[in-house]
């Protein structure tokens, strides 16, 4: 094995990865990803004048161990226990933001849409970011 | 022997670099994505996870044409398994913190991370490029021990 090959990748693949950022860094920062279908910001949900019912995707340690204030737990793991108590404080008006931990966790995804196919509310969004743009927001 | 080993090397060469090529030419052309991947191992600072994010795929790619190359192949292969191997550790290590994540292994194609499944598949990457890298380096110990025709 020859070192001088393998320095060679590494260059070769630095140029290629200079090329690409050279080329996106002219359309759009990449950290700023696009909104995804059914996605919100949170300082588009902070200046809404709706009420908002803040619903957390995460585990019940996770929402133990901190979580947007008023958010009510909703989890896949105990979805019919919890469903219940997400009704009972939903009041008409109010928009439903479901988040979870990160930009690249899937599970406020999947809690949305089990609302929306399970339950007639209007108004359910994501929390682009999730609970780390919150925190994110706090600083 | 030698062209049984060669045609094995060659054969798991060509697979390798199919899939590295896929996969890191799916996560070159869609960075933004592969950012949100990356930072949600929650491993790296910001700086380090957008240098990760347009270098990997780039190496991947890199590594994946050289595969192809007989020449290259044993630097490419040990490239490779290298990143399969750092890549193992991460997962490992998001497992163990409970984390929901997208591996990002194939751009945004696979939503959320099933462990096991990430963890075996990968070690069966890692494996081929083990016996590839191993094959190799026999045709060439072999071809080495060959006589010369004067």
Redesign the interface.
């Known amino acids: 094995m020859s070192v001088w090959r393998l320095a060679g990748f590494i260059i070769l693949a630095g140029i290629f990865a200079l090329g690409n950022y050279t080329l996106n860094a002219g359309s759009r920062p990449v950290a700023e990803e696009a909104l995804q279908e059914g996605e919100i910001r949170l300082p588009d949900v902070l200046s809404s004048r709706n009420p908002v019912l803040w619903i957390d995707a995460r585990s019940e340690k996770e929402y133990a161990s901190g979580r947007i204030p008023g958010a009510l737990l909703l989890n896949e793991e105990n979805w019919d226990h919890l469903l219940p108590s997400i009704l009972g404080a939903w009041t008409p008006g109010q928009t439903i933001v479901v988040y979870c931990s990160s930009h690249s966790c899937q599970t406020s995804r999947r809690v949305a849409d089990r609302l929306r196919a399970e339950v007639d509310l209007p108004g359910i969004l994501i929390l682009k970011g999730g609970w780390e743009a919150w925190l994110a927001g706090q600083n | 022997m030698v062209g049984r080993a060669k045609l094995v090397e060659t054969s798991l060469a060509w697979i390798l670099a199919g899939l590295f090529l896929y996969a890191g030419i799916l996560k070159?052309l869609q960075?933004?994505?592969f950012?949100?991947?990356v930072?949600?191992f929650?491993l790296l600072p910001?700086a380090l996870a957008?240098c990760v994010?347009?270098?990997l795929?780039?190496?991947e790619?890199?590594?994946a044409v050289?595969l192809c190359a007989p020449r290259?192949r044993?630097?490419?292969c040990?490239?490779l398994a290298f990143l399969t191997l750092v890549f193992l550790i991460a997962l490992g290590s998001a497992w163990m913190r409970?984390?929901?994540?997208?591996c990002?292994c194939f751009g945004k194609s696979e939503?959320?991370a099933n462990y096991p499944f990430l963890i075996g598949r990968n070690l069966l990457i890692l494996a081929g490029c083990g016996i590839t890298f191993a094959l190799r380096g026999k045709v060439l110990w072999m071809r080495s021990r060959m006589p010369v025709a004067k």
């Open positions: 070159f960075p933004a994505a950012l949100t991947d930072q949600g929650h910001h957008y994010t347009y270098y795929p780039a190496l790619i890199t590594a050289g290259f044993l630097e490419a040990a490239i409970g984390l929901d994540i997208s990002g939503i959320k």
